[in-house]
């Protein structure tokens, strides 16, 4: 136990604000900034999916557009074929790992 002094950085750990913080209060607020550090490392990789998705999906819509040259096309073919190939494994890994998570 520790007791606090006034505007001490430990303050917020003080849950039950009695002015002493216990291990027990200190295990809760381990666990609580645990949990935050794994949303926010799922809400980043869902994002990085969802924009992957709207990448592909833009890119391709923008190459039916009647403004690009079928020899405009033909060149970036080769670039074209890796963009997809990547962001495609990005969202793949994505839906697996969360899957594979979600078993644990």
Same mark, same amino acid.
């Given at each position: 136990?520790?007791?606090? &002094? &006034?505007n001490s950085r430990f303050s917020p750990f003080d849950f039950d604000g009695d002015g002493i913080v216990t291990d027990d209060e200190i295990n809760k607020a381990k666990e609580i900034r645990e949990f935050e550090d794994k949303s926010r490392k799922h809400l980043a990789q869902l994002r990085l999916a969802r924009y992957s998705l709207i990448a592909i999906g833009i890119y391709t819509l923008l190459l039916f557009m009647p403004f690009i040259s079928d020899e405009r096309i033909a060149q970036i073919t080769k670039i074209?074929? +890796?963009?997809?190939? $990547? +962001?495609c494994s990005v969202?793949?890994?994505?839906?697996?790992?969360? $899957?594979?998570? $979600?078993r644990k």
């Open positions: 136990m520790k007791q606090l &002094e &006034e074209s074929d +890796l963009f997809y190939i $990547s +962001l969202v793949g890994a994505y839906m697996g790992f969360t $899957s594979w998570a $979600s």
